[in-house]
């Protein structure tokens, strides 16, 4: 198996790593593991794309890449430049430092990263470690997804669906904030909402007498409804939620046609 890894935290970062070791074990002896990942970190871009100026790609070392850009340009960087002659059976897209569950989905580019290798008609799965109390001071925060990803991975392509539509599957795995030997196993989930945990701007003034705006968000043990990805992580257990890029809001559309039809 021939395995494309991104993610949006950057090239060096420590979860990257942790996926590489992931994808190795997957792809197996006469498998290869491929990384193109944002040389910079590029959290909360989303599904951003370089659209108007080019993206520098440097190799770093052999089927090792770092691209100026964010996780969906790295995604097109893999597939159209480095792999482009033998593409990927499979894109993995992490290990994100911090849950990507609840309306984090929506502004990450960890998922941005395996969105786009959707879009591009590849299997596709976006992997974040959540971090909190019992997890965050380890030697290791990311031991939950080191022990469980494998089988959470294989699990997930033997048994995971994987249809061909247009707007295909593609899978948000989050491991839960505690050391791995306490995680309960895995849950199928619907992505979660949290209350009152929106973004919002701290401002401060510079010594310069300007303003400058920093980006904040809410707190994230905040638990979501039964069922949903956070409120599993927060249980101990491994989240898997399905996801599409098509945003319709599909059980409004009669109502709206009765209305405005």
Not at 5 to 28: M, R
Not at 75 to 104: F, I, T, W
Request: net charge negative.
């Amino acid at each position: 198996m021939r395995i494309l890894i991104t993610n949006d935290d950057g090239i060096n970062a420590p979860g990257l790593k942790v996926l590489h070791a992931i994808a190795s074990e997957i792809a197996g002896e006469d498998g290869e593991v491929w990384t193109v990942a944002p040389a910079f970190e590029q959290s909360g871009v989303g599904h951003c794309i370089s659209y108007t100026h080019p993206t520098m790609l440097i190799q770093l070392e052999e089927r090792r890449f770092a691209a100026e850009g964010s996780p969906a340009d790295c995604v097109l960087a893999g597939l159209y430049q480095v792999m482009k002659d033998a593409p990927p059976d499979l894109v993995l897209s992490g290990v994100n430092r911090g849950n990507n569950a609840a309306e984090n989905v929506l502004y990450s580019g960890t998922l941005g990263g395996a969105m786009e290798a959707a879009l591009q008609g590849l299997p596709a799965i976006a992997l974040s470690q959540f971090y909190g109390p019992e997890n965050a001071g380890l030697d290791n925060p990311f031991e939950a997804a080191a022990k469980h990803g494998v089988d959470t991975v294989r699990r997930l392509l033997r048994h995971g669906i994987w249809d061909g539509e247009a707007y295909r599957v593609f899978y948000n795995v989050n491991f839960p904030p505690v050391p791995a030997a306490d995680v309960k196993g895995l849950k199928v989930t619907t992505q979660g909402w949290r209350d009152d945990t929106s973004f919002g701007v701290e401002p401060h003034v510079s010594p310069s007498g300007r303003m400058f705006l920093w980006v904040k968000g809410g707190p994230q043990h905040v638990p979501t409804a039964p069922g949903t990805d956070a409120a599993a992580n927060l249980d101990g257990y491994v989240s898997v939620t399905p996801l599409r890029a098509d945003l319709t809001a599909h059980d409004t559309i009669q109502t709206l046609k009765d209305r405005l039809e």
